[in-house]
């Protein structure tokens, strides 16, 4: 990476106050609940005329487990102003968070307009699933403020960021951006290369690619993939990462017995890796074992839910404060 043209960030990670959400959907609405709940004052901009309502909503429907994680002193919803154009939600941003649609296209343009419109030196860092920020950065004028920060949804609730520049970001805009994101209370990692898919979203692409074979071949529901998962590994994965949980699958051994012992199996022809065609029939099938799943709950219901179980889930693995009961409450 190169060092171009940016100049050092108009201030510290630690004194930004104003943050600009440009594109506030499902990420860019989960940005702003998290933003607004750690205090700071959000500006948001997104061109759908009924984007302010369903932003207010989202934001709405987030609080209460906001409030659970605990607010900054002074957080309020009310700290939200949506404005009218794209220039309005910067003029005055000391970060500006871009989460518009994954398409490489409007990404390109859409950062090229924030560029121009930011002040100086302010970074600008895109949520994208997986561009590369070299294949995005390619219009603006100032390129080396432009990072991906990719969240993982929704944003206010799951601590991970993933920080990485493209070839022509300015190595202190990553230090940056990595350093805000901690200040602002996410789990950081910052790449020190562009890996395709970044590090979360290529593993979990390889799980996803493998359920939607098992589905297509008529090997697994969509239930039962789900169950594999929340029933089976998915309740190490919340606090014992792949690795070291495989570790102790090799006993006393640890990974060295875990790889002598099911190294083998690796050359088994379990996966299929390349991405199945995703016809109508496997689309229909995914679509309709999810609403059989759902059973009737709504996708507030969903989203309700998901949220308290991933608070229980932070809580019970130490990442959160221990919840009060209710003797404590009356001492
Ligand atoms: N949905 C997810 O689970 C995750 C998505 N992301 C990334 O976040 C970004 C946003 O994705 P979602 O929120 O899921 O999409 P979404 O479809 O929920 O929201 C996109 C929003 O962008 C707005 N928009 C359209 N054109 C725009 C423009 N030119 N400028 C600004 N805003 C514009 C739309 O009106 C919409 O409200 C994408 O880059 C996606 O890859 C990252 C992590 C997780
Ligand atoms: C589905 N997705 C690729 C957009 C998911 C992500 O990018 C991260 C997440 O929230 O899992």
């Given at each position: 990476?190169?060092?171009?043209?940016?100049?050092?960030?108009?201030c510290?990670?630690?004194?930004?106050?104003?943050i600009?959400?440009?594109?506030?959907?499902?990420?860019?609405?989960?940005?702003?609940?998290?933003?607004?709940?750690?205090?700071?004052?959000?500006?948001?901009?997104?061109?759908?005329?009924?984007?302010?309502?369903?932003?207010?909503?989202?934001?709405?429907?987030?609080?209460?487990?906001?409030?659970?994680?605990?607010?900054?002193?002074?957080?309020?919803?009310?700290?939200?102003?949506?404005?009218?154009?794209?220039?309005?939600?910067?003029?005055?941003?000391?970060?500006?968070?871009?989460?518009?649609?994954?398409?490489?296209e409007?990404?390109?343009?859409?950062l090229?307009?924030?560029?121009?419109?930011?002040?100086?030196?302010?970074?600008i860092?895109?949520?994208?699933?997986?561009?590369?920020?070299?294949?995005?950065?390619?219009?603006?004028?100032?390129?080396?403020?432009?990072?991906?920060?990719?969240?993982?949804?929704?944003?206010?609730?799951?601590?991970?960021?993933e920080?990485?520049?493209?070839?022509?970001?300015?190595?202190?805009?990553?230090?940056?951006?990595?350093?805000?994101?901690?200040?602002?209370?996410?789990?950081?990692?910052?790449?020190?290369?562009?890996?395709?898919?970044?590090?979360?979203?290529?593993?979990?692409?390889?799980?996803?690619?493998?359920a939607?074979?098992?589905?297509?071949?008529?090997?697994?529901?969509?239930?039962?993939?789900?169950?594999?998962?929340?029933?089976?590994?998915?309740?190490?994965?919340?606090?014992?990462?792949?690795?070291?949980?495989?570790?102790?699958?090799?006993?006393?051994?640890?990974?060295?017995?875990?790889?002598?012992?099911?190294?083998?199996?690796?050359?088994?022809?379990?996966?299929?890796?390349?991405?199945?065609?995703?016809?109508?029939?496997?689309?229909?099938?995914?679509?309709?074992?999810?609403?059989?799943?759902?059973?009737?709950?709504?996708?507030?219901?969903?989203?309700?839910?998901?949220?308290?179980?991933?608070?229980?889930?932070?809580?019970?693995?130490?990442?959160?404060?221990?919840?009060?009961?209710?003797?404590?409450?009356?001492k």
């Open positions: 990476m190169n060092d171009i043209t940016t100049p050092p960030a108009p510290a990670p630690e004194d930004v106050r104003r600009a959400c440009v594109g506030a959907g499902v990420i860019g609405g989960g940005w702003v609940a998290h933003y607004l709940a750690r205090g700071y004052d959000v500006t948001a901009w997104d061109p759908a005329p009924d984007a302010e309502h369903k932003l207010r909503r989202l934001v709405d429907a987030a609080w209460p487990a906001l409030t659970q994680l605990g607010l900054a002193e002074g957080a309020s919803p009310d700290r939200l102003t949506v404005t009218a154009t794209l220039q309005e939600a910067v003029a005055d941003a000391q970060f500006v968070q871009e989460s518009a649609p994954e398409k490489l409007l990404k390109r343009d859409l090229a307009q924030l560029d121009a419109a930011a002040p100086a030196g302010v970074v860092a895109s949520s994208t699933s997986g561009y590369p920020m070299t294949d995005m950065q390619t219009e603006a004028t100032d390129p080396g403020r432009l990072v991906v920060g990719h969240p993982f949804n929704p944003p206010y609730l799951i601590p991970l960021v920080v990485v520049g493209g070839d022509r970001t300015a190595p202190h805009a990553v230090t940056w951006t990595s350093r805000f994101y901690e200040v602002a209370g996410k789990s950081v990692i910052t790449m020190a290369s562009e890996v395709p898919g970044f590090i979360a979203n290529r593993l979990q692409e390889a799980l996803w690619r493998e939607l074979h098992m589905v297509a071949n008529g090997e697994a529901t969509v239930k039962e993939i789900d169950d594999s998962i929340t029933e089976g590994p998915g309740l190490r994965w919340a606090f014992m990462g792949p690795m070291l949980t495989f570790a102790l699958a090799g006993g006393e051994g640890g990974m060295a017995h875990m790889l002598d012992h099911f190294g083998p199996s690796l050359k088994s022809p379990w996966t299929r890796l390349e991405a199945p065609e995703l016809d109508k029939e496997l689309y229909d099938a995914v679509v309709a074992g999810c609403d059989d799943a759902a059973d009737g709950r709504t996708i507030a219901d969903l989203v309700a839910e998901r949220d308290q179980g991933v608070i229980d889930v932070l809580r019970a693995t130490g990442r959160l404060p221990q919840q009060r009961t209710a003797q404590e409450d009356t």
